[in-house]
Structure formats: C-alpha cells, structure tokens
C-alpha cells in the first residue's frame, strides 16, 4: 500500500474520497491497470450513469486474471463504452465486456477502428495458446463468427472531436494523446466538472506520431498513466541520439558481415523503427542492405499508410510502404531465410520476445554469432525472454522461455530507449499545464506510482494525489 501524504483515502484508509460542494457525484474504479500495467479498464460513473474506458487483456497473466475485474461493477450500468487506442492492453478484452454489457455504443477513432480489426482477430487467436479449456468455452465473444459483432459496435469518434453521450449530461472529446496511431486522451465534462483521462501518452514527437494536444486547464480531476513514472537517467536520452547509436551499432555490425534483429512491438514501434532505418539508408546514413518485416506488422503498417493526414501523425506524410522491404519467412523458413548469409536488418515481434514469436525463435541462433547484434528498442517486463536477453552478460550461456538448453552468448546486445510514453518530466508537465486539484496515477508499476505521486507532491503540495487499486470505489470530486 502506497501512502501520500495529503490522499485522503490513504489517511482515512477508506476508498471512499471525501465530499466537496460539488452536487454531482462522479465515482471511480480501475476495472485493470490500478497499480500496474495490465488489463488497463477504467470505470466513471456519473449521477447513476456509467462510462468505461477501454478494456485491455493483461499480457503476463493467464485465466481469468488477465481479464478486466468486470464482476467489481456489481449491478452499476455501463451506458457508453470509449477506446482510446488499440493496444491489446487496452483493446484486447473489449469482446469479453461485450458480453455482460452486448448493447453499449462503443467509440473510438477511426484509425483505432482500423487496427481493431487487426489487433482483435490477433488476440482472438492466442487466446487458446495463453488459457485453459475452460476459459475459452466462455469466450464466445472472440470466435471468427463473432468478431466482426464487436467491430460494427463501434462508431467513429475522431480526434478533435466531442459527443455529448445520449442520456448522461456527459460530452466527452478526443485529444490527440500521441503513442501511436489514432491514440486519444479523453475529456470528460459534467455539470462544470472537468476530468481528463490522458489514455498512453507521449508530449514528444515521434518519427511517425506527433506529440499530445492537451485541453485547457485548470481542470478538476487528472487522470493519468505513470508507465515512465519512475525511469533510470540512462533511459532519458533523445530521440536523436539513441538513433545515432542505433545507426553507429548497425554500421559496426553490418560492416563485420553480421546481421542485426531489432525485437519490435507490431503496432507502433515496428512502424517508428522502420521509418528511422529507412531514413537513415535514404540519407546513406548506413549501407542500403535488405529490411525484413512481415506477419501481422506488415498488415499494421497499411493501416498507417491509409492515415497519412490522421491527426494523430506529424506532417511526415511518407509510406512505410516506399521503403523496400524483404518478406520474413513464416516459422518453418525462419532459420533458412538470407540474413544468416548477407548482411541484413530485421525488425521481428515480439519486443518482449514472448515464447514462439519470430523474434524469440531467431534470437536463439543470433547469439551464437559473435559478428551479430541484438538492438532492443523499448521496455522489456522482468518477466520475458526478452529482459533475459537484453541483460544478458557477454561469453556466459543463458536460457529463456521454454528452451530446454542453454545458448552460449557471443553476438553483441544493447538497449536502445525510444519510448512511446512520456517521459517522466513530461508527465509532470502535463500535470503542470491541467493545474488539477486531483491527480489519480494509473498504469504503472507500484515503484512507478509511487515515485511519480511523490515528485508531484513536491512540486504542487497543495494537489490530491491517489494511486487507486482495482476493483475499489474512488470519488473523484
Ligand atoms: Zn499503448
């Protein structure tokens, strides 16, 4: 249990916070993603109405766990349903809500809608790789059949754009949040109450994604994601020049003959890691070599490729799809593919290198090849082969997943950071620009949040802070 020093609930030890003058009452519950990074779904109930926002599936958990805390709604209504992006910790669970709530609008944007496609039908397949029997014969939601039900629920909402939602008194609008494709921070406005759900965040511009808009403070209540909350110095670097290290590790490798496996997330940083290396090779920055990419990455990037004028993007308006790229052979034809042979990049998911994905696959052969690299470019979760191998100490032998024997580590490994997160002092900032009188920290790890929640109350100490758990009742004014 974290305590701030001015949370009410803390000093109370009820979850319940204290009543102003305000006549509307507008609760709160973490469904998911309460003091962690997880099946991130967020409820607000207003004057008897409910909203949710986002239902994301836990990408460590297994069984009913990895699923967002439904039951805690005990009886209270969802009336209207919001999706901020498509990420699976944040989309993936939609077909699982629409199974106690079957009726309820569902909104997001259109580039989110797009991915949705994508993302769910990916979801929908690992799920008998990652639950029980039992499990998925109560899903009935995310069969090939049942799918597209969930899909034509949802209407566009876009970016730029405010609904008032039938029934509530509540108009909601999207911000551009950055992140990734169609991402949105979402204001919320009740009776003169402001609240601003900031979704994943980014004020910093991407290659691709240009960096968050923010509405107009003060507001009431900031609702806000902490994943870069607490972030060690090394990590904080630019852009920039983790991209000049990047480019100085690809032109040592590929000048040694070796080939370098960049492990990436399908949706966002695959498209960001692929524009900076297509970048840098037009500008002959490094050696025109072949880039491979494939499976369900590749059908991610046409998605972008058709939002080129979002208002999500930077004015960068190139294709993924001018830059040349080499099919990745599917699982049986990883280990025969050219890039043992000829100097090459690929960029393969998973970033985490969850057991069985191409990149966990090809990074067994690639540390043995002392003339090869390994470049991780975001965060790895303790928990995956990917932490392993990125902390990896040369000339040792380590094993990860499900291998049954030990691999020897000869290639180069290094840790680039190009998140897609604000960064610490962003996230302060946009708690700077909102002046909120309360900031709620979601999406974190407990060490994040309480880092966060304390460096806020340093530098705004009259500001309520609080780090709900999920499936408690909060009162947000
Ligand atoms: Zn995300």
């Known amino acids: 249990m974290i305590a701030y020093p001015n949370c ?89 809500v629409r199974q106690s709530f079957p009726d309820v609008p569902i909104y997001a944007t259109s580039e989110t809608i797009a991915l949705a496609k994508i993302m769910l039908s990916n979801s929908a397949s690992l799920l008998p790789k990652q ?32 609904k008032e939602l039938e029934g509530t008194g509540v108009k909601v609008t999207y911000y551009p949040s950055g992140h990734i494709l169609g991402a949105a921070g979402v204001l919320i406005e009740h009776d003169g109450v402001k609240i601003f759900h900031t979704g994943d965040t980014s004020l910093h511009p991407q290659r691709l994604i240009g960096g968050a808009q923010l509405p107009e403070g003060p507001i009431d209540v900031l609702v806000s994601e902490s994943t870069n909350g607490v972030v060690d110095a090394y990590l904080t670097h630019s852009r920039e020049r983790e991209l000049e290290r990047l480019v100085g590790t690809i032109n040592d490798t590929l000048a040694a003959e070796g080939s370098v496996l960049i492990p990436v997330f399908a949706l966002g940083k695959l498209q960001e890691m692929l524009s900076m290396i297509g970048d840098a090779m037009r500008d002959g920055k490094i050696p025109k070599v072949p880039i491979y990419t494939g499976g369900m990455g590749r059908k991610i990037s046409e998605v972008y490729d058709q939002f080129l004028t979002s208002r999500s993007r930077t004015n960068d308006v190139d294709k993924t799809s001018d830059i040349e790229q080499s099919e990745l052979p599917r699982r049986d034809g990883l280990f025969d593919a050219k890039y043992f042979k000829e100097p090459s990049i690929v960029l393969a998911a998973s970033g985490m290198m969850q057991d069985g994905t191409a990149s966990y696959l090809l990074a067994q052969r690639w540390l043995r090849h002392a003339h090869f690299a390994i470049c991780f470019v975001g965060y790895t979760d303790p928990r995956t082969p990917g932490y392993t191998v990125s902390h990896a100490e040369p000339n040792t032998r380590i094993r990860f997943g499900s291998m049954k024997r030990d691999v020897p580590v000869r290639c180069k490994i ?16 946009i708690v700077r620009r909102l002046q909120p009188k309360h900031v709620v920290l979601t999406h974190g790890d407990e060490k994040a949040i309480a880092a966060f929640g304390e460096l806020i109350l340093a530098t705004f100490p009259e500001m309520i802070v609080s780090a709900p758990e999920v499936g408690k009742w909060y009162r947000l004014n």
């Open 8 to 96: 009410p609930l803390c000093a109370s030890g009820t979850a319940i916070h204290q009543s102003n003058t305000r006549l509307a009452e507008i609760t709160f519950m973490a469904l998911g993603g309460g003091r962690e990074i997880g099946a991130n779904s967020f409820y607000y109930g207003v004057d008897g109405h409910g909203i949710l926002i986002d239902a994301g599936l836990h990408p460590e958990k297994t069984g009913w766990a990895a699923f967002p805390s439904i039951e805690s709604l005990a009886g209270n209504p969802v009336d209207h349903f919001l999706i901020t992006h498509a990420h699976t910790d944040h989309l993936g669970a939609v077909p699982f």
């Open 131 to 162: 639950h029980t029997q039992d499990v998925i014969d109560a899903l009935p939601n995310y069969t090939i059949l049942a799918l597209p039900e969930t899909l034509d629920k949802m209407q566009p909402l876009e970016l730029g754009t405010s």
């Open 414 to 429: 290094e840790r680039f950071r190009f998140s897609a997160h604000a960064r610490r002092e962003e996230l302060l900032e």
